[in-house]
């Protein structure tokens, strides 16, 4: 329905066009300007900005089949199996937050990465750039800390990098791990293989991670008891990949929230998804956060989530499984992949309406994970 | 969640849906206005229009405090942090508004301002401790909602007697907004629309009884309204019955929050520090008398616009940029040529693009008004 009647008639139709451009994808001012442009800390946000240098900057110059696919993983043919391979740099702020700090986020970040080809993450790298002046005391404690989450998710840390900058070069401690492990033979899991009529399933609820960081930060300190949702997905993943080898899809909905991940794979796949705002869960105490701040739990990062994207008959016994498993206790089939309008993730709200879900410019928090 | 799921109720949403159904004449138009940049967020952003019939059209009004602010208040602003040097305060979204030549207060930032994002005016007086060899200036902006917030920190800096903090007042007032949509229409003899969704959070400090003479002298039933989506479909009911009954009065529909006479303690609070300006210019609606206010004489040495020496710039618009008819629900936001291109959210031209309750931004958001989008 005509949500508005201009009072004065007044513009002549050709304007109109701009919005259909623009949904039909004319997104060209977007693109950074490599000649003149700075990094802004929305090309690290995981949203279009960050996607447009990608591929205007890395994809065109380190051009491979590998990185065609646009995955955060790799996967490599070895005579002994194909090899799933990632890499992640952390630089979250704070270093400690409710429910975990850099350390246990460097090591789950990367597992969950390399866990999203269905691989077993098995081997990880670990490269500091540490500040000067950091004290040794918390270094230990995020060591220990990546330590504790290489038991839990069962992989070795088998080889690593230390380098020091001089005071006021870095912010305490950044670190990057890279993750390799074998992909079972049977498992095809591929963006490719998401077709209109496949469920999306997640494994509880949204928006965690993002607020327990928020809650920490200097201005905005808030009393709350909201812990980072950050957790290996590694059994988890094994135990979905076991049930259902025919699950088509998996990834995890970090920076840029669920908002952010579907929206890429609608817009690379061509075809449009549908969510249910009732079948969203987030935690009271979240959405309290959410609803007083204003923030749209849909685009706050996660680091315990995933997205499964399986075919209509297979939802039930995947959800059955996830839903018996510790990590996945609370999964929710959440929306549904439709033919519809090329890249249009839309939301019907519990209240009984419709809303576009929009491929946001940045993240609305910074070094997030 | 407890006292919001409620007012969200899918439920109850069709029921009060079919009741809007049944209550409608199919042979007439019913253009109403929620005034609040608030309702418009959520009337976007619940999908309410989808449970409306056509002939019900919701127009969006200038509620929204960052929207209506025009150019050269901003660049007095800019010019308190770039040129005066002082700690210039504001709400995030303030930040991000362009004044002439695209400039903002965050570019000002970038070229060396001491600008700093605040969630609650008594931070500025915080920084003022923190900060005695600094100016301090609070770059206060807001509707009468805002406004009792801003007299407590003036009261406080008073009795404190702060020496290196004051305000620059860009407070506004709402029913002479209102005046300011109704009356051009009124003068030209043309009805423009059939009810107004009066703002829930304003009349929370004036009552609804400051709407009794707008109902008189521009014969339209107004309903104050909560913010949830289900308090706008009422309201929405409501008006809609008392534009059939041809009934031109003031209704209440925001009970829990809303009496008649409003907040009196936040009134006396502001009537204390602050006087109403002879006039005052709007983004879009032009200069209107008696439409915001300053701060008194009395103190003025509290007040930034006395104790800096500040320009006045001419504040031109973005010519193509077209907030100001946006703003008077004159056009669409997608019938801005800027709209969506070179104006978007992270990269906004026009003010009605940056706030969340800005009309450009909801459609953008949501993309709202482009039938069959999503």
Redesign the interface.
């Given at each position: 329905?005509?949500?508005?009647?201009?009072?004065?008639q007044?513009?002549p139709d050709?304007?109109?066009q701009?919005?259909?451009?623009?949904?039909a994808g004319d997104r060209n001012?977007m693109k950074p300007d490599l000649a003149h442009g700075v990094i802004e800390m929305?090309h690290g946000s995981g949203g279009r900005?960050m996607a447009e240098l990608i591929d205007q900057l890395f994809l065109k110059h380190f051009d491979n089949r590998w990185l065609q696919q646009k995955q955060d993983h790799a996967t490599l043919q070895t005579e002994a199996g194909r090899l799933a391979m990632s890499t992640d740099s952390h630089v979250v702020s704070p270093l400690f937050f409710p429910g975990g700090d850099i350390g246990s986020l460097s090591i789950y970040g990367t597992v969950n990465d390399v866990a999203m080809s269905g691989a077993q993450p098995l081997y990880l790298s670990a490269g500091f750039v540490l500040e000067e002046g950091f004290p040794l005391a918390d270094l230990s404690r995020i060591v220990q800390s990546m330590a504790a989450a290489a038991r839990e998710a069962g992989v070795v840390v088998v080889t690593g990098d230390t380098k020091v900058v001089e005071k006021g070069k870095a912010d305490g401690v950044y670190i990057n791990t890279t993750g390799i492990g074998f992909i079972p033979e049977t498992l095809e899991l591929s963006p490719t293989r998401i077709c209109p009529g496949d469920k999306i399933l997640i494994n509880g609820p949204i928006g965690n991670h993002g607020v327990a960081i928020l809650s920490r930060r200097e201005?905005?300190a808030f009393e709350s008891d909201i812990r980072s949702d950050l957790q290996p997905l590694n059994h988890l993943v094994a135990a979905m990949t076991e049930a259902v080898p025919g699950i088509h899809f998996l990834r995890d909905p970090t920076r840029g929230g669920v908002a952010a991940s579907l929206n890429e794979l609608a817009h690379q796949g061509g075809f449009a998804m549908s969510l249910e705002e009732?079948a969203l869960k987030i935690d009271?105490s979240v959405?309290?956060v959410v609803?007083l701040l204003?923030l749209d739990p849909l685009y706050i990062a996660n680091e315990g989530k995933l997205l499964a994207f399986c075919a209509p008959e297979d939802a039930d016994r995947l959800l059955q499984v996830m839903q018996a498993h510790p990590q996945g206790r609370n999964t929710t089939v959440i929306g549904e992949v439709q033919v519809g309008?090329a890249g249009?993730v839309?939301l019907n709200?519990?209240?009984?309406?419709?809303?576009?879900v929009?491929w946001?410019?940045?993240d609305p928090l910074p070094r997030i994970c | 969640m407890k006292y919001v799921d409620e007012f969200r109720d899918g439920n109850a949403a069709r029921v009060l849906a079919e009741q809007i159904g049944a209550e409608v004449r199919p042979d007439r138009q019913y253009r109403l206005m929620e005034f609040c940049g608030g309702h418009t967020h959520t009337i976007f952003r619940c999908g309410v229009p989808d449970l409306l019939p056509d002939n019900v059209q919701m127009m969006h009004g200038p509620g929204c405090p960052v929207c209506v602010l025009p150019v050269k208040r901003i660049d007095a602003a800019v010019e308190l942090a770039l040129k005066h040097r002082v700690i210039l305060c504001s709400y995030g979204d303030m930040l991000r508004v362009p004044g002439s030549q695209r400039m903002s207060l965050q570019k000002a930032k970038g070229q060396g301002a001491d600008v700093r994002m605040l969630y609650s005016p008594a931070d500025a007086l915080a920084i003022a401790h923190q900060n005695p060899d600094r100016q301090v200036v609070f770059f206060a902006i807001g509707f009468e909602t805002t406004t009792p917030p801003t007299a407590v920190i003036l009261q406080q800096a008073d009795q404190q007697a702060l020496r290196n903090f004051s305000v620059f007042c860009n407070h506004v007032l709402t029913p002479p907004a209102i005046r300011g949509i109704l009356e051009p229409a009124r003068e030209s003899g043309r009805s423009i629309l059939e009810g107004l969704i009066g703002p829930g959070h304003v009349s929370l400090i004036i009552g609804s009884n400051p709407y009794r003479q707008l109902v008189d002298d521009y014969h339209l039933p107004i309903v104050v309204s909560g913010f949830e989506p289900l308090d706008l479909l009422q309201s929405i009911h409501r008006l809609i019955g008392l534009v059939n009954q041809g009934c031109c009065t003031v209704e209440n529909q925001y009970t829990r929050a809303v009496s008649e006479q409003g907040n009196l303690r936040a009134q006396e609070l502001m009537s204390e520090y602050f006087e109403l300006r002879e006039s005052f210019e709007w983004r879009g609606l032009g200069e209107m008398p008696a439409s915001a206010l300053r701060i008194k004489k009395r103190y003025a040495h509290l007040d930034a616009e006395s104790r800096f020496d500040l320009t006045d710039s001419a504040g031109l618009d973005n010519k193509a940029c077209e907030c100001p008819a946006v703003l008077r629900a004159a056009l669409k936001p997608t019938d801005c040529k800027l709209f969506g291109r070179s104006c978007t959210p992270e990269n906004p031209i026009g003010s009605c693009m940056v706030s969340s309750e800005g009309a450009c931004a909801a459609y953008y958001t949501y993309r709202t008004g482009a039938a069959g989008s999503v």
């Open positions: 329905m005509p949500l508005i009647t201009p009072i004065e007044g513009r050709q304007y109109k701009t919005l259909v451009n623009f949904l001012y929305a900005a201005n905005l009732a009271d959405r309290a609803e204003g309008q249009v839309s709200t519990r209240f009984g309406g419709k809303r576009l929009d946001r410019y940045s | -």
